[in-house]
């Protein structure tokens, strides 16, 4: 147990330093923590750590953050507290505060873990492990450190090992949604995007779509950074930009590899985009993402990547704008009518009567833990290539004369479809109105 060992001796050093301080400063910290109001701490005792209490109190912080479903834990220091943080579900929720005699140790510990210097407390570093709960659930660990004013915050990425797929029915599309998804996976080549920003949900829908093929029956193969689903048969390459391995360099070798399907997990710049394009015009179906906010903003995207207005319409065949919402909880959810301040923004956005129609609150239980929220859903506006738009596209009109046509031929706007979620109980009007921003 080399490592056990390299943290103990950290831990003597701490322990002396602590020491000296408490002795040097005693006066001093209690006076702040006693005019700070910590009334759980106080009086303030210093902290006696043994040989397991670190790895203990980790281990039990990374099972509760697996428990909660959180995706991120945050380890942030201030000014004479050190507090956890996990993020469930897209919201940051507090988790633990602790003393800040926890914080040289915990974070040591993190280091040692995932193979990063334990002298280092003035650059950031990356380093990464794994954990596995009493349950048998693996995570993956990625873990950033960052310096800060108060010392060192750490930020641990949880990815499950072996994450499970989701449906493409139960992304949360609205039923004549789902059906022009559906109808386009039928098509031999072209374009499918999914667009929103970072944690939209985007490349979980591309599975999604991409787990609907037999992937023995056609040469299936993917450019990911990171890989995070394993999907049978098909062939998933990580990209590693370190060793000047991008998605540009991918694709250019994966199209001499026979493919039907192509995936490539992000558009980022002109030379991927370019390749995208052509591939989807010679025979494969591709299926990509980018980082725009609506789904008619993907052209402009596109175009402001030099790609030319003929080949985006003759390539591109379905854009997927999409958030990610937490879903309300439905065993603690109640109905109430929607608020008058509310009224205008129905009869804006949405076909329903707010005077008939009804939201929803969840108080908390035993089943969603105490937040009100459980699981998550997709909230979409997809936008599928007609003649109509084609010939928008090409003549340069402006979004809005775009959006305005895609509207006309049954383009439901994210806007309409959050509220619509909103008013059947799947989201809270806060979480809507959040997704609309
Ligand atoms: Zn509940």
């Known amino acids: 147990m080399p490592q056990k060992q390299k943290f103990m001796s950290l831990l003597d050093v701490l322990k002396n330093e602590k020491n000296q301080r408490q002795d040097d400063e005693k006066g001093v910290s209690t006076a702040i923590l006693e005019k700070g109001g910590q009334a759980t701490q106080a009086p303030i005792e210093p902290v006696q750590f043994d040989e397991e209490s670190i790895p203990t109190m980790l281990n039990d912080v990374f099972a509760a953050a697996i428990n909660h479903r959180a995706s991120d834990i945050h380890f942030k220091?201030?000014?004479?507290?050190f507090k956890i943080f996990f993020r469930i579900d897209g919201a940051?929720?507090?988790?633990?505060t602790l003393q800040a005699d926890y914080h040289n140790p915990l974070i040591a510990r993190i280091k040692i873990l995932s193979g990063l210097r334990i002298d280092e407390h003035r650059l950031p570093q990356d380093g990464k492990t794994s954990f596995e709960s009493t349950?048998?659930?693996q995570v993956d660990l990625r873990v950033s450190v960052l310096p800060t004013q108060f010392g060192e915050k750490v930020v641990i990425r949880l990815l499950e090992k072996n994450p499970q797929m989701v449906e493409l029915r139960d992304l949360g599309m609205l039923p004549n949604i789902l059906m022009k998804v559906e109808r386009h996976l039928t098509a031999t080549y072209g374009m499918v995007l999914a667009v929103g920003p970072t944690g939209s949900g985007k490349s979980t829908s591309l599975f999604s779509m991409i787990s609907t093929f037999d992937a023995q029956a056609y040469n299936i193969s993917t450019l990911e950074d990171p890989i995070e689903y394993k999907i049978p048969h098909v062939t998933q390459t990580q990209i590693n930009t370190e060793i000047d391995f991008d998605f540009s360099d991918g694709l250019r070798t994966l199209v001499r590899q026979d493919p039907d399907i192509i995936m490539v997990g992000e558009i980022?710049?002109?030379?991927?985009?370019?390749?995208?394009?052509?591939?989807?015009l010679t025979g494969h179906l591709v299926f990509s993402t980018l980082h725009t906010n609506t789904a008619v903003g993907t052209i402009q995207r596109l175009l402001n990547m030099?790609?030319?207005?003929?080949?985006?319409?003759?390539?591109?065949?379905?854009i997927i704008s999409q958030r990610l919402v937490r879903k309300i909880c439905n065993n603690?959810?109640?109905?109430y009518p929607v608020p008058q301040k509310y009224h205008d923004l129905f009869l804006k956005e949405s076909t329903l009567d707010p005077k008939e129609a009804f939201l929803y609150k969840a108080t908390g239980c035993e089943v969603c833990k105490n937040t009100g929220y459980k699981g998550r859903i997709g909230l979409f506006e997809v936008l599928e290539m007609s003649p109509a738009i084609e010939e928008l596209i090409i003549s340069g009109a402006s979004h809005s004369d775009i959006e305005d046509q895609a509207v006309k031929e049954g383009m439901i706007l994210l806007r309409k479809d959050a509220l619509y979620k909103a008013a059947t109980g799947d989201i809270t009007i806060e979480e809507a109105i959040r997704a609309m921003a």
């Open 77 to 81: 220091p201030s000014e004479n507290q």
């Open 92 to 96: 940051m929720m507090e988790h633990q």
């Open 135 to 137: 349950d048998g659930k």
């Open 268 to 280: 980022r710049d002109q030379k991927t985009a370019s390749l995208a394009i052509e591939s989807a």
């Open 306 to 318: 030099e790609i030319d207005r003929f080949l985006i319409t003759a390539a591109v065949k379905l």
């Open 332 to 335: 603690c959810r109640e109905a």
